[in-house]
């Protein structure tokens, strides 16, 4: 088992950053890879960036790659994501998600096995 709890969002003006975290407990956080996927209200959700295990190996969707950037200290049990150059589109609950079966990262929401309950990011114009 894993919980995952985020924190870090809020209302932020484009062109502005923010940092988002979320804290795991449970399974040892080293051994599995981590996620990040966001949804705005009426649309998919969507994948935003993921990183293996040991934080060596990370993958970014297209929209956020050059502006955001994923880490985790597995000291501190914490994955973060640093978001910069925010865009009004980037609005949406984002969400962290450990998954603990696969061997390289996936970016389909439906192989992630554990979910927080996510926080929301708004990005005025």
């Known amino acids: 088992q894993v919980q995952l709890v985020e924190s870090g969002g809020g209302l932020v003006q484009a062109g502005g950053s923010l940092r988002l975290s979320c804290a795991a407990s449970?399974?040892?956080?080293?051994?599995?890879?981590m996620g990040w996927f966001r949804q705005a209200p009426g649309k998919e959700r969507e994948f935003v960036a993921a990183?293996?295990?040991?934080?060596?190996?990370?993958y970014y969707a297209d929209s956020v790659k050059g502006r955001f950037t994923i880490s985790r200290d597995n000291a501190k049990n914490t994955l973060y994501l640093q978001m910069n150059s925010l865009k009004p589109e980037d609005t949406a609950v984002y969400s962290c998600?450990?998954?603990?079966?696969?061997?390289?990262?996936?970016?389909?929401?439906?192989?992630?096995?554990?979910w927080g309950q996510g926080t929301q990011v708004t990005v005025s114009s």
């Open positions: 990183i293996s295990w040991s934080g060596s190996g990370w």
């Open positions: 998600a450990a998954d603990v079966r696969a061997r390289w990262l996936r970016t389909r929401s439906e192989d992630y096995d554990y």
């Open positions: 449970g399974r040892t956080f080293s051994s599995y890879h």
